[in-house]
């Protein structure tokens, strides 16, 4: 398999924000509504950006603005302690470069967010294309934000796979006709287990690392 664009989800696949994001929805969600979820149904709200998975949840809806801007602020100041640095997926995305192959990425998360973990953790010129919840009206496993971007790319499908940590990537890739790959290469991964059938499964960097050297 011949690959020209490798596109990314970003939570749980090119870093580990999913603790931080469960972080600040649970105080969000205390604060506000005096309600205590654990992790798995905060993951559970996932789809939407976080603006509106906290809208779209939240009893006291009379404080919504002002919840959608603690999370942001807990986002923020958070970052460092939650999400680290991942040299092997930074090592992994520079080898894709040197190879000529664009590197597109499909994320339900909030552009606010997005921004802020682009800039904490290095990501910034990097992608070549950019997809957020933001940007699309209907969220994974739609497959629109991975269309849009291959229609930017003017990709062949054939040469274009999505790779994601949580079934509905997969699926969002099987219903843009792409090659798939499901990965629980970082320590939080949204989905236990990928009904969806992936083409591939990765638990290490180095095995798509692997494959790209293989096929090249």
């Keep these: 398999m011949e690959l020209q664009n490798v596109l990314f989800d970003f939570d749980g696949t090119l870093a580990n ?35 509106e998975m906290v809208r779209k949840n939240l009893k006291n809806q009379s404080a919504a603005l002002d919840a959608v801007d603690l999370y942001f602020i807990l986002y923020e100041e958070e970052h460092d302690r939650y999400v680290e640095k991942n040299a092997e997926i930074f090592n992994m995305l520079g080898l894709l470069k040197d190879m000529g192959i664009r590197i597109g990425l499909i994320t339900g998360k909030a552009r606010r967010s997005f921004l802020i973990s682009e800039e904490k953790l290095g990501f910034k010129d990097i992608f070549d294309s950019v997809i957020t919840g933001n940007d699309v009206v209907n969220p994974k496993p739609d497959p629109e934000g991975i269309k849009q971007t291959l ?17 509905g990537d997969i699926l969002a890739g099987k ?41 090249h």
């Design 17 to 51: 924000t999913l603790p931080l994001t469960i972080f600040a929805m649970q105080k969000v969600f205390k604060k506000y509504d005096g309600q205590s979820y654990d992790g798995h149904e905060i993951v559970s709200m996932f789809g939407p950006p976080e603006e």
């Design 151 to 167: 229609i930017k790319f003017e990709a062949d499908p054939a040469k274009s796979i999505y790779i994601g940590d949580a079934n």
């Design 175 to 215: 219903a843009a006709g792409i090659h798939t790959a499901a990965v629980q290469w970082l320590e939080m991964s949204q989905s236990d287990s990928y009904p969806a059938n992936p083409e591939f499964y990765w638990t290490k960097v180095s095995q798509f690392v692997e494959l790209l050297k293989n096929d």
